[in-house]
């Protein structure tokens, strides 16, 4: 009996030291193991980034990720078993496939069209980018500026932004921006369609560029090398016709705010080092986050990594998804790209996407009709509500100053689903149309009633002007 006993005992602890042990070698093996589908992913314990994203063709030397799959027969076609983790998936290698190299430029600048906020294409025959004076203000008319600590020649530049699309969205807005809305009130854009918006900065604001791309503009008139700062790539998959908002930063702009050590007072914000937008030398407060609709100094931080709403002691905020859930997926995609990505866009990283859960609702009519009814209030994450992901969704160089929403709370520590912001809270079918969750479509209607870019700006303000009297 005794012997059996410790017979037992011997495996019980083989049996735990197989369970528990760690070591590279096997974690190795699951990081590099082959997957066929996002789905298989799911029977892992953490939310991993498929090798073949990283494939070398050898006949270049340079990375060629596939495109991800979109359509019905995707992960996405079936709403009741598609997985919070599979949305960071699309993110990602939409993002590495967007970026493979083609003659020397990224994809995206050899086979998208750069157009503006009309999308009337910019002229653009040496594919490089264009930028006006048009291009360097926010949403909310803020201008966003570099530390000028970091520059080549100690000056503070403007961040710049623009807009990509690729063919199929271009058409369907062409098609559609010239009827009557009583023509495409339940209309939605196609599967594939994709939208990107760039911001950009004039190299010379950066002394050391090596960690950055950096491409050839023309700003105005001028000549410049300009380096990419971050990037939303927004597209649709079958049965998202709201699209998926994901974004993409240069990983070492700013500093973050510490939710750890916050308990009932906010936590001023430093720096050691210098950042791109912020100094080591300042104190950031919810001021340096405050809209005030001009050129405003650098010294901005982040306030929810990876669009993560937190509370005091680093909680998770209780909102319409698991934020548990979410900050897991997204910082084990993130850790899994960059063991495997080694150009320059590994020093880019994955900063969330949102969604709509649209399971229950028929692609497209269905869902055309629920994205109506909920008109503005599409991006209302209180618990039970709809908006999935990152439901504080932003990217640094470019929702800089609605981190906290467009009635923010007075100390950042207050922050709570009601005055939160994400994507859904600017981009809905207020105007009666999912097609009205594109501003550039919304601007293709400006244009097709004899609107200037100017006035369209000015439109696009106001409306946001008129949202946050609404909201208080």
């Known amino acids: 009996m005794n012997k059996i006993k410790i017979l037992i005992g011997v495996i019980v602890i083989v049996f735990i030291a197989i369970v528990s042990c760690k070591d590279a ?24 980034a498929d090798p073949a994203w990283f494939t070398i063709d050898s006949s270049t030397g340079m990375r060629k990720t596939p495109a991800p799959k979109e359509d019905s027969n995707s992960v996405f076609g079936n709403n009741a078993t598609v997985t919070n983790c599979n949305f960071h998936q699309w993110s990602w290698q939409k993002f590495l496939w967007l970026t493979n190299d083609v003659s020397g430029n990224p994809f995206f600048m050899e086979n998208l069209i750069q157009v503006d906020n009309q999308t009337v294409p910019v002229a653009n025959g040496s594919k490089k980018i264009v930028l006006t004076s048009l291009d360097n203000a926010q949403a909310t008319g803020d201008i966003l500026r570099t530390n000028e600590t970091l520059s080549s020649d100690n000056t503070s530049y403007d961040v710049y932004y623009s807009i990509h699309v690729d063919s199929t969205l271009y058409e369907s807005i062409q098609k559609y921006a010239p009827m009557d809305k009583s023509e495409y009130v339940e209309a939605t854009f196609p599967v594939g369609a994709l939208e990107l918006k760039i911001a950009w900065v004039d190299a010379r604001a950066i002394e050391d560029t090596s960690s950055y791309f950096v491409t050839d503009a023309i700003i105005g008139k001028n000549e410049v090398q300009i380096a990419l700062l971050g990037m939303h790539v927004v597209g649709i998959v079958y049965n998202h016709p709201e699209f998926v908002w994901a974004t993409f930063e240069h990983h070492d702009l700013v500093p973050y705010y510490d939710w750890e050590a916050t308990t009932t007072s906010d936590i001023p914000v430093t720096s050691q080092t210098d950042k791109l937008l912020f100094s080591k030398d300042a104190t950031g407060t919810i001021d340096n986050l405050a809209s005030k609709g001009t050129h405003d100094n650098p010294n901005v931080f982040a306030v929810n990594q990876f669009g993560v709403p937190r509370q005091a002691e680093n909680a998770f905020l209780a909102t319409s998804q698991d934020g548990a859930e979410n900050f897991k997926n997204m910082e084990s995609i993130n850790n899994s790209v960059g063991l495997q990505l080694t150009d320059i866009w590994n020093n880019y990283f994955y900063n969330g996407s949102i969604w709509i859960d649209t399971e229950g609702y028929a692609y497209p009519t269905e869902q055309a009709q629920l994205l109506n009814s909920l008109g503005s209030n599409l991006g209302n994450s209180a618990p039970g509500e709809l908006p999935r992901g990152s439901v504080a969704a932003y990217n640094i160089t470019m929702e800089t100053y609605e981190q906290l929403g467009f009635t923010p709370p007075t100390y950042i520590y207050q922050q709570s689903v009601a005055t939160m912001g994400n994507c859904f809270s600017c981009h809905s079918a207020s105007n009666g149309s999912p097609l009205n969750i594109s501003h550039i479509f919304n601007g293709a209607v400006h244009h097709a009633n004899g609107h200037s870019r100017e006035e369209t700006k000015q439109m696009h303000l106001d409306e946001i002007k008129e949202f946050i009297k609404n909201m208080k």
């Open 25 to 48: 070698k096997n974690e190795k093996v699951i990081t590099e193991e082959k997957v066929e589908t996002y789905a298989n992913q799911e029977t892992h314990t953490s939310c991993l």
